[in-house]
């Protein structure tokens, strides 16, 4: 079962491979990304980043809808991750998980790109106006919306960070 959904611009790194997965006892990740999964490179530097104990699927975000959906992943306890928000909202939109599965958005719109069309939500997460739409909309879909960068942090309802708007 699915226990989070996170975007990352990072995708697979050290607070992913060593304290989420930890912190989550997660035996599966699930990175949903089009390019990632067409590029053999990228692919298997995600599956290198990850620990042994975990197993990682590399595929494009309708093919990790399809795998995260399967009945035969019940028992497993599954991260999903993209890089971007739109991706992460065809995955809220698409991935049948419990009403309170957490949605995390940590770190995006830094790394790659001019942050001159970007809104400063937090120190770790910029957003284009179109993204910060697509934001509201998942909002309206995911019950445990969050920004939590780490898991010692305290989660923050991700809308109420958009309210200086």
Same mark, same amino acid.
């Given at each position: 079962?699915?226990?989070?959904?996170?975007?990352?611009?990072? /995708?697979?790194?050290?607070?992913?491979?060593?304290?989420?997965?930890? +912190?989550?006892?997660?035996?599966? &990740?699930?990175? =949903? *990304? @089009?390019?990632?999964?067409?590029?053999?490179?990228?692919?298997?530097?995600? /599956?290198?980043?990850?620990?042994?104990?975990?197993?990682?699927?590399? +595929?494009?975000?309708?093919?990790? &809808?399809?795998? =995260? *959906? @399967?009945?035969?992943?019940?028992?497993?306890?599954?991260?999903?991750?993209?890089?971007?928000?739109?991706?992460?909202?065809?995955?809220v939109d698409g991935v049948q998980a419990p009403d309170d599965v957490k949605v995390d958005i940590a770190n995006v719109g830094r790394i790659g790109g001019d942050l001159a069309n970007k809104q400063k939500i937090s120190e770790t997460v910029y957003l284009t106006e179109d993204e910060v739409k697509l934001v509201r909309e998942i909002a309206t879909k995911a019950k445990n919306f969050v920004y939590q960068p780490l898991p010692g942090d305290t989660p923050t309802h991700f809308v109420d960070l958009l309210k200086g708007e």
């Open positions: 079962m699915i226990e989070m959904m996170r975007v990352d611009d990072r /995708l697979i790194h050290g607070q992913v491979a060593l304290l989420w997965s930890k +912190e989550l006892q997660l035996n599966r &990740i699930i990175v =949903a *990304n @089009d390019r990632a999964a067409a590029s053999e490179i990228q692919k298997n530097a995600l /599956l290198l980043a990850a620990p042994a104990s975990i197993k990682v699927a590399v +595929e494009p975000v309708d093919k990790a &809808i399809k795998l =995260a *959906n @399967d009945p035969r992943g019940a028992k497993l306890k599954m991260l999903l991750i993209v890089n971007n928000v739109a991706d992460l909202k065809r995955v």
